[in-house]
């Protein structure tokens, strides 16, 4: 009895869902009945039997018990401690950032002070563009 494509993946389905669930009664009747029935199922169901029995045995040589509670208690450590080049760079960024901002602040109450104190440029033209106050300023001496 030749099995239709339709049919044949949902027995397909069966057979996969057999090795990790229970069927049901009918289901598992269906099942047998198909693999009494075709070579190509039966080959099938010793291929993956054959595939999950390696990995099985790979998996018990390759990690011994509690491998994944290990690697977790790792990862927990590496984030709590940062390395010293990590530190170092926070510092420094810390440290860089104040410095900026700070020295912007008084790089512009430099300007300011030398505009107003220095009556180099008139305070009428200062919020100008006019070519006496571009020459004045090209000129300033900030320190």
């Known amino acids: 009895m030749k099995i239709s494509g339709k049919t044949h993946k949902k027995i397909l389905r069966l057979l996969y869902r057999s090795f990790d669930t229970d069927l049901s009664e009918r289901e598992q009747q269906r099942l047998d009945e198909a693999l009494e029935q075709s ?46 080049q990590e530190s170092f760079y926070d510092a420094l960024l810390f440290v860089f950032r104040r410095l900026a901002v700070v020295g912007t ?4 109450g430099l300007i300011f002070f030398n505009v107003i104190k220095g009556h180099i ?17 090209l000129n300033l001496p900030i320190f």
């Open 121 to 137: 440029i008139p305070v009428d033209e200062i919020f100008f563009a006019s070519d006496l106050a571009l020459e004045e300023i």
């Open 39 to 84: 070579k190509d199922l039966r080959e099938e169901r010793d291929l993956l039997l054959a595939r999950r029995q390696a990995v099985a045995d790979s998996a018990v040589k390759s990690f011994r018990p509690y491998f994944a509670d290990r690697v977790m208690s790792q990862i927990a450590a590496m984030g709590d401690k940062k390395d010293t």
């Open 105 to 108: 602040l008084v790089m512009i």
